[in-house]
């Protein structure tokens, strides 16, 4: 049974920083490209980042790019998330998200699996 388990989420100041993290109980958890989605309130939910089961590539969505820093440690089973110049417009559930040997482009369609998701909200 594989489990993604999200924390670090909560409110922050525009022009702040947050870390989401992703603790995942995966046996294979090298195996697996790892990413983040979000959804905010009446929008359709979006890919943010991923990064390649070799942890070598990365991909991030235009609109976090220079912001947001994804990474990875095998060791611990983790997945983190850095937020940086956050933005009134980051506000939204965020969700880590699995992918078997997965390539950095993920959609929503061709994910494993899910965590339950995190809150972020950022206040002007």
């Known amino acids: 049974q594989v489990q993604l388990e999200e924390s670090g989420g909560g409110l922050v100041q525009a022009g702040g920083s947050l870390r989401l993290s992703c603790a995942a109980s995966?046996?294979?958890?090298?195996?697996?490209?790892m990413g983040w989605f979000r959804q905010a309130p009446g929008k359709a939910r979006e890919f943010v980042a991923a990064?390649?089961?070799?942890?070598?590539?990365?991909y991030y969505t235009d609109s976090v790019k220079g912001r947001f820093t994804i990474s990875r440690d095998n060791a611990k089973n983790t997945l983190y998330l850095q937020m940086n110049s956050a933005m009134i417009e980051d506000t939204a559930v965020y969700y880590c998200?699995?992918?078997?040997?997965?390539?950095?482009?993920?959609?929503?369609?061709?994910?494993?699996?899910w965590g339950q998701g995190t809150q972020v909200t950022v206040s002007s």
């Open positions: 998200v699995a992918d078997w040997h997965g390539s950095v482009v993920l959609s929503p369609s061709s994910v494993d699996y």
């Open positions: 990064i390649h089961w070799n942890g070598q590539n990365t």
């Open positions: 995966i046996r294979t958890f090298s195996a697996y490209t």
